[in-house]
């Protein structure tokens, strides 16, 4: 039997058949157990004729038998004629009779055979990077805010205090959550203060009780709020004045283990140099792969394209939910839309993997024991498990094959990085 190769070069279809006598000992081994199983009027448990039970339950053997026969012949068939399916058989022209052969066609996709073409030509940018003294100042900066401490003031509110409020907030077309807060500090006139806030508390003093509608803006960082107007009923409970720490020896020695704030100034540097760097390699290595990719044009199996459409939508559903999303909004999402707009990135992740793990191939770049272990580790410390609770859960989820298969496409996308200096 060869396998019949349809248009796509990753498609096929095999028939199969399975002796006779086979599907004969798999149905006598079912009557046997219906037999001990079976409660049938007129007869003791276990003790019902076999041709009654044949009679009685024929469907039901005979889907048993297609379901424990089919796979079992399908995998054996596939693994003679050589062909490695990626995705489950769609089975066809069943045909099951007492006495006969079972016979059924079964159509899947298999990998395309890839000839990884000028992998060895490709070149990575490889920018020089540069933190300015401003870069620093402003990192600097942001350290001071996040060390800043409040005192409370007198008087009304200016641009630069602070009101630390109780609010309510309530939709004004019914549509959303209401937003409540008992304590919450609000800057005056700051730049990422709600214009109507400043407005409406500019001047007020404490003990004062503002009412006033607040519209979000389309493009909100909460997603909940986004295009929506609230009408609020602020309190003022106090007023605060914000002091930032001096950038001087004594506040480096309060953020940790510095010498002085020419130590703390040389860490914030080095670190920014090293986050920059990082992310100029994240993108030289993108723009790698992407020619890669453009490079070599082959067939992906579709049943691949729908697991990373799978992996990408789960994906982005996550970061919804981080961002306030709730279950039942997101069950009113258009999924099949969802699923399209996915599709051609999926297509291009589909065949990076594989283009990465033929360079593997090639080049013998291999995943070591301890590199899984590690990976173990780093996943228990994150999760506060043991590593032999993760290792047993990867192995029974089988994920660690899919851990090692990222790892190798990572130490293949830097061999290509490297090597193309």
Do not use: C, W
Not at 275 to 281: L, N, P, V
Not at 365 to 378: F, K
Request: charged letters at 35%; proline letters at 4%.
């Amino acid at each position: 039997m060869s396998p019949t190769e349809t248009k796509e070069s990753t498609k096929r279809e095999i028939a199969v058949e399975v002796p006779a006598a086979e599907v004969q000992r798999e149905t006598e081994a079912l009557v046997q157990k219906y037999q001990k199983l079976a409660r049938l009027p007129g007869f003791r448990k276990g003790h019902a004729p076999a041709s009654i039970i044949r009679q009685r339950f024929s469907e039901d053997i005979k889907t048993e038998v297609v379901e424990a026969l089919v796979p079992r012949y399908f995998r054996r068939e596939a693994e003679k004629q050589g062909l490695v399916p990626v995705s489950q058989p769609r089975v066809s022209d069943l045909h099951i009779h007492d006495g006969e052969p079972l016979r059924f066609k079964a159509s899947f996709e298999i990998l395309p055979e890839i000839k990884v073409e000028g992998y060895k030509e490709l070149r990575a940018e490889k920018p020089v990077i540069e933190v300015t003294d401003e870069e620093v100042q402003q990192a600097l900066n942001h350290l001071q805010e996040q060390h800043a401490n409040f005192e409370g003031i007198e008087g009304v509110l200016a641009d630069g205090d602070f009101a630390q409020v109780a609010l309510d907030g309530t939709p004004k077309d019914g549509e959303g959550q209401p937003v409540h807060m008992d304590d919450v500090l609000v800057e005056i006139g700051g730049k990422n203060t709600m214009p109507e806030f400043t407005q409406y508390l500019r001047g007020a003093s404490a003990g004062d009780e503002k009412t006033f509608e607040v519209k979000y803006p389309e493009d909100s960082e909460d997603q909940r709020l986004r295009g929506k107007t609230f009408d609020y009923t602020v309190k003022v409970l106090s007023l605060k004045k914000k002091n930032l720490p001096e950038l001087n020896d004594a506040f480096a020695k309060e953020l940790g283990d510095f010498t002085g704030i020419d130590d703390v100034k040389k860490r914030v540097r080095e670190n920014m140099e090293a986050e920059k760097t990082h992310t100029a390699e994240h993108e030289a290595k993108d723009k790698l792969v992407s020619e890669l990719v453009k490079r070599n044009d082959f067939e992906v199996p579709e049943a691949m394209v729908d697991r990373q459409i799978d992996v990408r939508l789960e994906r982005g559903l996550r970061a919804l939910a981080s961002q306030g999303m709730r279950a039942e909004d997101m069950k009113k999402m258009d999924l099949n839309r969802l699923r399209a707009g996915q599709r051609a990135q999926a297509v291009q992740e589909v065949k990076a993997s594989l283009l990465l793990d033929r360079i593997a191939d090639l080049e013998k770049i291999e995943v070591s024991d301890q590199e899984i272990d590690h990976e173990i580790e780093a996943l228990a410390l994150q999760t506060k498990q043991t590593s032999e609770a993760v290792r047993a859960r990867l192995t029974r989820d089988g994920a660690l094959d899919r851990i090692r298969n990222r790892i190798r496409n990572e130490k293949t996308l830097n061999f290509l990085y490297h090597q193309s200096a």
